[in-house]
C-alpha cells in the first residue's frame, strides 16, 4: 500500500523568497503525523498545496497514488481540511453550514443528516446546532471547522493548528477526538507549535525549517537519542557550595550549573533506575529539593537543539 501522503522535491517560491525548498516527506497510513517549525517555516505553505489552495513551483503532492498537484478533485476526495482561522457566515448555523459543505462534497440528505449529527457530536457542538455562528467563540468555530473536516467520512485529515484558539479543555476533547480517529485507522497529519501536544498524541514528527526538512522520525525514537539525562533541581533556598561540590562528586554526574541560585541542572548518565538512586542520595544530602525533574524525553528539547543546528 502507498503512504497516505507523500511529498516529493516540493518547492514554493513567492517572487524570490524560498518557502519551501526541495521538500521530500512520507506519511505512512494511519499515523498521526506531527509538522513542527517556527513562524515562517512553510508548514502552511505545503498545508495549502496539499489542500489544492496554491499550486508548487515544482515538485508532486500525492494522497496515495493520486498526485494533489495534477489531479486535485479526485485527490481530494479522501481527504477532510481545516487550514488557518476558519471563518463562516455569521448568519448561518452549524446544521447550514454542514448541510453547504455536504452538498459540496456530492453527499445526498440523508447521509448529509447522519454525518452532520455525527459530527457535530463529535466535537461537542450538538446543543449548539440550530444557534447561529455570529454567537460562538473562536474555540467553537475551530470545532465547526473540524466537524466541516470529518463530514464526508475521509480517510486523511489536514490540520493546520488545530487546537489554536481552544481552551485547556477544549484542548484535551479535541486530543480525544484525534486518538478516536486514529483508532479508526484514520491518517492525522497536522501542523503545530505545541510540541507537547505533539509528544502526546503523533506517532511521528516532521521539524522543518526555511522549507527544508531539518529531521523526521517516529516520536518515540527521538526520545532514545542519548544514554545521559538531563535533570532540573528546584531548591527551597540557594544551597551552600560544599553541599553543590558533594552533589558533583556523585558518580555518574557529567555536569552541574546552577542556573539560578535555586536552580540546578544536571547531566547525568545513567538509567532511569540510577536516576531514582540519585534521587535518593541528593535527599540524604539535606537538599530541601521541591521539584525534581528528568527533562531527557523532552521534544521541546530535541526541537531547539535542532533549530539551533540547523541556524549553523
Ligand atoms: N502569499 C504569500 N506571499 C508571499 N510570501 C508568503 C506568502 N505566504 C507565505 N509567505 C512566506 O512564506 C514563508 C512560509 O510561510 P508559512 O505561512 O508557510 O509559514 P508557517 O510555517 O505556516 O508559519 P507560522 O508558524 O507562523 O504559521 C514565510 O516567510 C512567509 O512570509
Ligand atoms: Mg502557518
Redesign the pocket.
Same mark, same amino acid.
Given at each position: 500500500m502507498p503512504a497516505a501522503i507523500t511529498i516529493e522535491k516540493l518547492t514554493?517560491s513567492? =517572487?524570490g523568497?524560498l /518557502?519551501?525548498d526541495n521538500l521530500d516527506l512520507k506519511v505512512e497510513s494511519g499515523t498521526v503525523y506531527g509538522y513542527l @517549525?517556527?513562524?515562517? /517555516? @512553510? =508548514? %502552511? %505553505? %505545503? !498545508? =495549502?498545496i496539499l489542500t489544492s489552495l !496554491?499550486k508548487p513551483t515544482s515538485g508532486k503532492a500525492y494522497f496515495f497514488d493520486q498526485d494533489v498537484t495534477k489531479e486535485p478533485e479526485t485527490a481530494l476526495i479522501n481527504v477532510g481540511a481545516v487550514v488557518e482561522t476558519p471563518e463562516f457566515y455569521n448568519y448561518m448555523t452549524p446544521n447550514e453550514i454542514l448541510s453547504y459543505f455536504g452538498k459540496l462534497r456530492g453527499l445526498k440528505n440523508p447521509e448529509i443528516e447522519d454525518n452532520s449529527s455525527r459530527c457535530l457530536k463529535l466535537v461537542g457542538l450538538d446543543n449548539w446546532k440550530k444557534k447561529r455562528i455570529a454567537t460562538f467563540s473562536r474555540g467553537m468555530k475551530q470545532r465547526l471547522a473540524l466537524a466541516q473536516a470529518l463530514l464526508h467520512d475521509p480517510q486523511i485529515l489536514i490540520l493546520?493548528?488545530p487546537t489554536i484558539g481552544l481552551d485547556p479543555r477544549g484542548m484535551v476533547e479535541v486530543r480525544e477526538i484525534f486518538r478516536s480517529l486514529k483508532k479508526e485507522g484514520k491518517t492525522i497529519f497536522m501542523?503545530s507549535?505545541l510540541i507537547r501536544e505533539v509528544q502526546e498524541i503523533c506517532d511521528s514528527v516532521a521539524l !522543518?525549517d526555511k @522549507?527544508r526538512l531539518i529531521l523526521s522520525n517516529t516520536v518515540e525514537s527521538l526520545f532514545e537519542k542519548s544514554d545521559s539525562v538531563d535533570i532540573e533541581m528546584k531548591l527551597v533556598k540557594p544551597p551552600p557550595p560544599e553541599q553543590i561540590a558533594l552533589v558533583k562528586r556523585m558518580g555518574g554526574i557529567e555536569s552541574l550549573t546552577q542556573v539560578d541560585p535555586t536552580t540546578l541542572r544536571i547531566s547525568y548518565k545513567g538509567s532511569f533506575d540510577d536516576v531514582v538512586l540519585l534521587l535518593k542520595r541528593i535527599v540524604n544530602q539535606d537538599l530541601k529539593i521541591y521539584s525534581f525533574k528528568t527533562l531527557q524525553g523532552d521534544l521541546e528539547a530535541v526541537y531547539m537543539k535542532m533549530i539551533r543546528e540547523s541556524v549553523r
Open positions: 514554493k513567492y =517572487k523568497l /518557502a519551501l @517549525g517556527p513562524n515562517g /517555516a @512553510g =508548514k %502552511t %505553505t %505545503t !498545508i =495549502k !496554491i493546520d493548528e501542523s507549535h !522543518i @522549507g
